[in-house]
C-alpha cells in the first residue's frame, strides 16, 4: 500500500521550495523594470497554494516510507515540479505550454534542448530562470544519486552506496549530513566558476548564469550564439569546470574533509580523464592535420566540444558536423557515454562501460580456462551476478527506449537522422543532436508537439536512470 499523504506531504515541501525559488528572477524582474515581475508573481502564488493544500492534506506523524514509495516519488516528483516550473514561460509572451513544458523537462533534467530564440534581447528574469532550473536540477540529481539510487539498485548503482543510502530512521540524518555538504560544495564550485568566468571577460549576470549552466552540465546560456559569444579564456574556464561537474561531487566532499585529494583512486574518474584526454588530443591532432587550424585553437575547440558532449553539458561553440565524417561519429558516440556516477552529468556512465569490459575480459578467459574461477572486481568491490543483471538490463532498456523514441518521432514526419540523434540526446541528456535542425547549430522549435513531449518523457526517463521509471509500468508494483 502506497503512503499517500507522505508523498502528498513531501511533493508539498518540493513545491513550497520550487515557490521560494521563483522570488530570485522577481528580484531580478523588479530591479531591471521587467513586465515579467507579474508572470512569476501569478506563478508564484499558485504553485505556493497548491503546496499550501499538499503540507496541509499530507501531515502525518508516522512518517516511514517504503521502497515501492520511494520508485513513486523519485518517478512523480520530477514531473510535477516541471508542470509547475513551466507556468512562468507559458505566461511569458504566450508561449504555448507544450514549448514551456519542454524547455522546463530539459531545464530540470539538465539536458540543455532548447525551443527559445533571441535570447540575447530576452528578460533577465527568464534568463536567470531557465539557469536555475538548470542549477536545481544538477544538485538534486547528485543527492538522488548518491542516497536512492544505489538504495533502489538501479543500473549497477548499489557499486556506489554509501553508509547514508538507507532510509531507515538510523541513518537518515546520515543522509541530511551528506546532503548539507554535497550542497555546500556545489555552491562554493559554482561561486568559483561564476568569478572566473567574469574575470574571462563575461559581465556579472552573463558569468552568473553560465556558472549554474556549468556546474550542473546543463548548458543553458545567455546567448543565441551559446559560448561562441565569449572569449577563448572563457572557453578553457567552460573546459575546467564542465570536468568538475563530471566528476562525483561526494568525491570533492571527501578529499575537503580528509584533507587529501582522492579523486584519482577511483577507477572510473581515472579512465573518465584518460578517455577524455585521448579523444580531445586525437580531435585535435585530426583538426590539426585536416583542417589546418593552429593546434592551440585546435585543443581548445576539441577539447570543449568533446568535454560538452561526454559530460552532457551541451554548450554549442561551432558546428562540429562541419570537420567531417569521422568527427561526426565520434561525437555521435560521445553522447551516449556520460562522465561519472554521482555528477550531474546524465548519459550510461562511465562505470558501466569499465564494467562491460570487464565482464567480456571475464568470458574471454573463462574460454581459455573453462574450470578456472575468475574474480572481476570494480573499485575494491566484487562485481557480482546482481550487479551485471543490473546493468544489463539497464543497457537494454536505454536501447528500447531510443528505438522507441525513434519511431515516434520518424512517425511525425522528421528525417531519420533528426529522430535518431534526437532520441539519443534525450535519454543522454546531451542537448543538442545531428543535422540541420537539432545539430550543434540548431533548434527544437522546428518540432511538432507531439515530439517535444516524446521527447520530454525521454528526458525524464533517462535522468532517472530509466529503470526507476520502469518499474512503474510493471503489474507486481500495483499489486498491494
Known amino acids: 500500500m502506497f503512503n499517500i499523504k507522505q508523498l502528498i506531504f513531501i511533493l508539498g515541501i518540493f513545491l513550497s521550495i520550487l515557490t521560494g525559488f521563483m522570488l530570485v528572477p522577481m528580484a531580478f524582474a523588479l530591479f531591471y523594470g521587467e513586465e515579467t515581475i507579474g508572470d512569476f508573481m501569478i506563478s508564484g502564488l499558485f504553485t505556493g497554494f497548491i503546496a499550501i493544500l499538499c503540507l496541509q492534506n499530507g501531515r502525518n506523524r508516522q512518517f516511514n516510507l517504503n521502497i515501492r ?14 508542470l509547475f516550473a513551466a507556468l ?6 504566450g508561449i504555448n505550454y507544450t514549448d514551456a513544458f519542454f524547455e522546463t523537462m530539459s531545464g530540470i533534467t539538465t539536458t540543455g534542448s532548447t525551443v527559445l530564440s533571441g535570447l540575447d534581447a530576452m528578460d533577465h528574469s527568464i534568463l536567470i530562470w531557465r539557469s536555475l532550473l538548470q542549477w536545481l536540477g544538477g544538485i538534486g540529481f547528485i543527492v538522488m544519486a548518491v542516497a536512492i539510487l544505489p538504495f533502489l539498485n538501479v543500473g549497477g548503482m548499489r557499486l556506489f552506496r554509501t553508509e547514508s543510502s ?32 567574469h574575470l574571462a571577460g563575461m559581465h556579472w549576470f552573463e558569468a552568473i548564469n553560465h556558472a549554474m549552466t556549468t556546474l550542473s552540465t546543463g548548458g543553458y546560456s545567455t546567448s543565441d550564439s551559446s559560448m561562441a559569444a565569449f572569449s577563448h579564456e572563457a572557453h578553457w574556464v ?11 561531487l561526494i568525491m570533492f566532499v571527501q578529499s575537503i574533509q580528509q584533507r587529501s585529494v582522492r579523486l584519482w583512486n577511483d577507477q572510473q574518474v581515472k579512465g573518465f580523464l ?44 561551432t558546428d562540429y558536423q562541419a570537420w567531417g565524417a569521422v568527427a561526426s561519429v565520434v561525437f555521435l558516440f560521445l553522447m551516449f557515454i556520460g562522465s561519472c556516477s554521482g555528477s550531474t552529468s546524465g548519459g550510461i556512465k562511465i562505470f558501466r562501460f569499465q564494467i562491460a569490459f570487464s565482464i567480456m575480459r571475464q568470458q574471454i578467459k573463462q574460454q581459455f580456462h573453462p574450470n578456472g574461477v575468475f574474480k572481476e572486481k570494480y573499485n575494491g568491490h566484487r562485481i557480482n551476478d546482481d550487479i551485471v543483471r543490473s546493468i544489463m538490463a539497464f543497457f537494454m532498456l536505454m536501447f528500447v527506449v531510443i528505438l522507441g523514441l525513434s519511431i515516434i518521432l520518424v512517425s511525425t514526419g522528421l528525417d531519420p537522422m533528426t529522430s535518431f540523434t534526437g532520441a539519443i540526446t534525450a535519454v543522454t541528456n546531451v542537448g543538442p543532436g545531428l543535422g540541420p535542425i537539432i545539430g550543434p547549430a540548431g533548434n527544437f522549435a522546428p518540432l511538432p508537439d507531439i515530439a517535444k513531449w ?4 525521454g528526458m525524464l526517463l533517462g535522468r532517472l536512470e530509466i529503470l526507476t521509471v520502469a518499474v512503474l509500468f510493471h503489474p507486481k508494483f500495483w499489486r498491494f
Open 238 to 248: 567552460g573546459i575546467v569546470f564542465m570536468l568538475a561537474g563530471g566528476l562525483p
Open 88 to 93: 512562468p514561460f507559458t505566461l511569458y509572451h
Open 69 to 82: 514509495d520511494m520508485f513513486m516519488l523519485t518517478s512523480v516528483t520530477w514531473f510535477v515540479v516541471s
Open 166 to 197: 538507507d532510509w531507515s530512521d538510523k541513518t537518515m540524518p546520515r543522509t541530511q549530513h551528506m546532503a548539507k555538504h554535497l550542497f555546500q560544495v556545489y555552491f562554493v564550485l559554482t561561486l568559483l566558476c561564476a568569478l572566473a568566468y
Open 274 to 317: 584518460l578517455f577524455v584526454l585521448l579523444v580531445s588530443c586525437s580531435l585535435a591532432f585530426w583538426l590539426w592535420r585536416h583542417q589546418h587550424m593552429d593546434f592551440i585553437d585546435a585543443l581548445r575547440l576539441s577539447s570543449f566540444n568533446v568535454i560538452s558532449v561526454i559530460t552532457t553539458t551541451g554548450y554549442g561553440l
Open 454 to 457: 516524446a521527447l520530454a518523457v
